[in-house]
Each structure stands twice: as structure tokens, then as C-alpha cells.
């Protein structure tokens, strides 16, 4: 238990705060003025938040994509872990998560929480169908959902795993079918079939409800948002609030008011727009009187996405990585290491910098340390406490030393200290070397790539021939975390299907 909270039961919910966890959807480090004093965006909300408590420099996510990120966000479980080996589901996927997992969710209501989950879920849920049988794809096409029930009840949503409310779209902005469903239920049912082709405005054709315009989802989840901390605050239970945001990814479709006001392009105008709607959420916390016992985290789900227009950006001056190599998909820095804020009035000191390794599967280790909570063998198997930065004079993670990361192909890399060891010759995902595009230039590389990111934070020196022994010592520990099926101390337990081999290395548990 943290020093700080030894006086503490985990029945004293008077005195535990409430907890709003903010997830924007493909925003770069470099997005953010407070982290890069050459950006052209301007996020005066965003900034203020991060003033008023930690910077994490350090911190990343488990996965350079969404699904996975979201995946470990909510089970402190590497998302590899899991039955997605790669890539992300769709609107049509059933349930990744499986109701007997623990869930942040479900273990904070069972500590007394209030708990809610708002936005983007993209994590699967069982829709109804009209046959049993399903012949229709995965839904990547409109034909994809024709066999779909709409009137009936949505099962393995996000109430099983936890969550008191669930209000909230089943994939990314860009994915049909484009409805809201709100505690298992369809609000509206689809009548129609939108798609967009705009170059940045882009989403799929698919079945769309009336009362879903893609334009207005991001302010609706807001205006939620602040309607549930209206409800919620200063009654006797705390609140758990997860706001997962589905933006600035695609379709990028700022308001009218918006519109050009970065004199960028329509992406750095989304993200002006969210940090006004961020603004406007810590209004309301502020004037409901609970801002100095109110958690407040912010973070994304990986790097930027090409989809903004990443190379159009840079020749207009703005870095959406900021000065770390690739974007979202890739197993580079730019594809997981992400901007992470973390406000706390009543215990964190504002103006803290903190530049500790970090990871976002360790919320359901802090949290648990928090409430007093004592996680079993297979609960958060990769999450590790942060607790002890929340308050003064705690400035080195005592506890994490090593981060696997992971790329939408499916390939791994291994953080510890200065060092990352990458196990494959290129980008993992869809910057350059591209798997896909240039199998030329990759087979002329080496294997691995090992870099120095004190002294190399662009990864642009490769010393895997040169460090032989730092090769052998990381990727000793990546077997080792893959096939104890988790990172952290305790019982070995069992991946979900894994059963490949990689490097002549079998990680069948």
C-alpha cells in the first residue's frame, strides 16, 4: 500500500476522488504546445491541465493503434495477451474483452465507484442477428450488417464488464454502423445509408441512425460528459468517469466556428476544437466543487494517423511527433509514445515533470492501489502502480523498468532505460520502411534494430551489430514477459492463444 493512503479503508468513499479518464483518439506528442514549443496548434485547455499537475514525458501506450491500446487501458493486460494478435476490430466485432476479466470498471465498482463509460468503445460487443447463421463479412462493407437486429438487446457491451452507464458507438468515427447504443440498447434505429469522401472527412458507407450526424459526435460526448460529473458529483459514492473520445481520428470534422482558425489544415482545427471542449469539461468540474478530490488524466491511443495529413503538416512547420521518428501503426516512437497529464489539486503538486517510463495498462494497478484493492494472479498482469508520483517528492517509478510495445502488424519491441530493441527491420506499421511497400529495402537490413534514445531519440542509429550483449540481455526479457503471460510479479499464467513461433522461439504457455 502506498504510504500515502496507509491511514485509509477501502470503505472510506467520502474521501476517495473522483476519477475522469480522458482518451483522445490518433493525437500526436507533438499535437500539444505544453510538450512542443515549436507547435503551430494552439491548446490552451490541454496546457493548463498539464500545468496544474504531472507532464509524463516517458509515457506510452501498449499499442501503436486503438482497439489494442483500449484493450490494455481497461485490463492492465498487454493486448497481445489477447485473441488480437494484430490489427483493430471493426463495428461488427464481437466482444474482445470476456465478462469474467476484471475491468478498471468493475473493480472500482466493487469498491464502491460510480462508473461510466462515454465515446468510443471499439472493443467488440455481440450484436443481435436476424439468423444465426451470419454470412455477411466483418464489416468493413454496408452489406456487413444486414443480418444485424437493431431492436434487440446488445450483449458483452460494456455494462458486463463493469461500467453502471454505457452510452457510446461500437468502432472508430470512420466504421459503421453509425448508432449510439446506450446501455445495450440502440437509441435510434438505422434508417438510412451515409458514406463521405471527403479527403479528410472520410468515413465508410454503412447504416446510420437519425439521431447520429457525424458532426456532432464529439461535442454529444462532451455535452454527456459534463451532464454525468453534473449528476454524479458530491453524492456519497465517487465517480468513475471513461471518456474515450472518438478524435481527432477520422472522419476530421471540425465545427463550423472551427473551421480554419489553425490556419492549418482540418486536423490541427479538430484538435482546437477538442481542447475547447476539454476546457469546457474542467468548467464544470470546477463548478460543481469538486475539482481538489477529482483525478483528472489525459491521454491518447497512439501517435498521430497519416490521415491528418502528417506530411502537409510538416512542410507547414508543424511536427505531429514532435522530433520522434513514425506516426500511428508504427512500432517507432512516434506510434506509442504519447502525450500523458495527470491533475490532482488536493495531492499533486503542480508543475511536475516527470520523466519516468510509463504505460497506459498501468491505470488498473494505480487504482487498485488507491482504493485499497489487492489485485489477484491474473488481474492486471502488466500494470504497475503510479501512485507514488501523485503526490510530493516522489519522482522515479520504483517498480516499472521495462515496457513491450507493439505495432499493427503484430511486431514487438522492448524498452528498458535508454535502450529499445526492435524485432523487425522496419517500421512495423505504415511509415517507411513499410513492411508491405518495401520488401526490398527490407531484406537488405538487419533483423533487429537496437537504438540509444538518450542519444538517439530519433532512432536513426541502428547498434544491433554493435551491442551485441544488450541485444542478448533485452530480448532474453521479452521471451521471458511473452511466455510467463505477464510482466509484473506473480503466478505464470496463460496467454490467449498464442501458439506462433518468432525468432525460433516457441511462446506456447
Known amino acids: ?70 484493450y490494455g487501458i481497461l485490463t492492465g493486460r498487454y493486448n497481445w495477451r489477447s485473441r488480437l494478435k494484430s490489427g483493430v476490430l471493426t463495428g461488427k466485432s464481437k466482444a474482445l474483452i470476456p465478462n469474467n476479466r476484471t475491468t478498471v470498471a468493475s473493480m472500482l465498482k466493487k469498491q464502491g465507484y460510480q462508473t461510466a463509460f462515454i465515446g468510443k468503445w471499439h472493443l467488440g460487443w455481440d450484436w443481435a442477428l436476424k439468423d444465426s447463421i451470419d454470412n455477411t463479412g466483418e464489416g468493413w462493407n454496408k452489406e456487413d450488417f444486414e443480418n444485424i437486429d437493431f431492436t434487440k438487446p446488445v450483449t458483452n457491451n460494456p455494462n458486463d464488464l463493469g461500467f453502471d452507464y454505457a452510452y457510446g458507438h461500437a468502432g472508430s468515427l470512420d466504421m459503421a454502423p453509425y448508432v449510439y447504443v446506450e446501455n445495450g440498447r440502440v437509441t435510434s434505429q438505422p434508417d438510412t445509408i451515409t458514406v463521405n469522401t471527403g479527403k479528410y472527412s472520410w468515413w465508410r458507407e454503412g447504416p446510420t441512425a437519425k439521431d447520429f450526424v457525424h458532426e456532432e459526435v464529439t461535442p454529444n460526448f462532451f455535452n454527456k460528459a459534463v451532464g454525468y460529473i453534473k449528476e454524479k458529483s458530491n453524492q456519497p459514492k465517487p465517480f468513475f ?36 471542449y476539454i476546457g469546457r469539461l474542467l468548467k464544470s468540474v470546477e463548478d460543481m466543487g469538486i475539482e481538489e478530490n477529482t483525478i483528472i488524466v489525459f491521454t491518447t491511443d497512439n501517435g498521430c494517423s497519416p490521415a491528418a495529413g502528417i506530411e502537409e503538416l510538416q512542410k507547414m512547420g508543424h511536427y505531429p511527433s514532435y522530433i520522434y521518428r513514425g506516426h500511428k501503426a508504427d512500432i517507432f516512437e512516434g506510434g506509442h509514445r504519447v502525450p500523458f497529464f495527470v491533475r490532482w489539486p488536493s495531492k499533486i503538486k503542480g508543475g ?65 532505460g535508454k535502450w529499445k530493441l526492435i524485432m523487425t527491420p522496419g517500421s512495423g506499421g505504415w511509415s517507411y520502411p513499410n ?58 499464467q496463460k496467454n490467449d492463444s498464442i501458439n506462433f513461433e518468432w525468432t525460433q522461439i516457441d511462446f506456447t504457455n
Not at 248 to 271: C, M, N
Request: net charge negative.
Open 1 to 70: 500500500m502506498s504510504v500515502l493512503y496507509a491511514c485509509k479503508t477501502a470503505k472510506n468513499n467520502e474521501n476517495q476522488p473522483n476519477i475522469i479518464y480522458i482518451l483522445a483518439d490518433d493525437m500526436g506528442y507533438g499535437d500539444i504546445s505544453i510538450l512542443n514549443n515549436e507547435s503551430r496548434i494552439s491548446t490552451p485547455n490541454l496546457d493548463l491541465l498539464a500545468r496544474e499537475g504531472i507532464i509524463f514525458t516517458d509515457a506510452h501506450t501498449s499499442s501503436s493503434v486503438c482497439t489494442p491500446t483500449r
Open 241 to 276: 468517469l471513461y471518456l474515450a473520445l472518438p478524435s481527432p481520428h477520422t472522419p476530421i470534422l471540425p465545427a463550423k466556428e472551427w473551421q480554419g482558425r489553425s490556419g492549418l489544415l482540418p486536423y490541427a482545427d479538430f484538435v482546437m476544437m477538442i481542447d475547447d
Open 352 to 416: 511536475t515533470i516527470n520523466n519516468s517510463l510509463v504505460c497506459t495498462t498501468d491505470l488498473m494497478a494505480t487504482l487498485a492501489d488507491l482504493v485499497d484493492y489487492q489485485l489477484m494472479d491474473n488481474e492486471g498482469e502488466d500494470s504497475m502502480s503510479m501512485l507514488p508520483f501523485l503526490s510530493e517528492g516522489f519522482k522515479d517509478n520504483p517498480t516499472r523498468k521495462t515496457i513491450i510495445h507493439h505495432s499493427i502488424n503484430g511486431n514487438f519491441a522492448i524498452r528498458k
Open 435 to 492: 513492411p508491405s511497400k518495401d520488401k526490398l529495402v527490407l531484406s537488405k537490413l538487419p533483423p533487429m534494430q537496437l537504438y540509444d534514445l538518450d542519444k538517439d531519440p530519433q532512432e536513426s542509429i541502428n547498434l544491433v551489430e554493435t551491442e551485441v550483449k544488450k541485444v542478448t540481455e533485452l530480448k532474453a526479457i521479452l521471451t521471458k514477459q511473452i511466455r510467463d503471460g505477464r510482466s509484473t510479479p506473480g503466478k505464470t
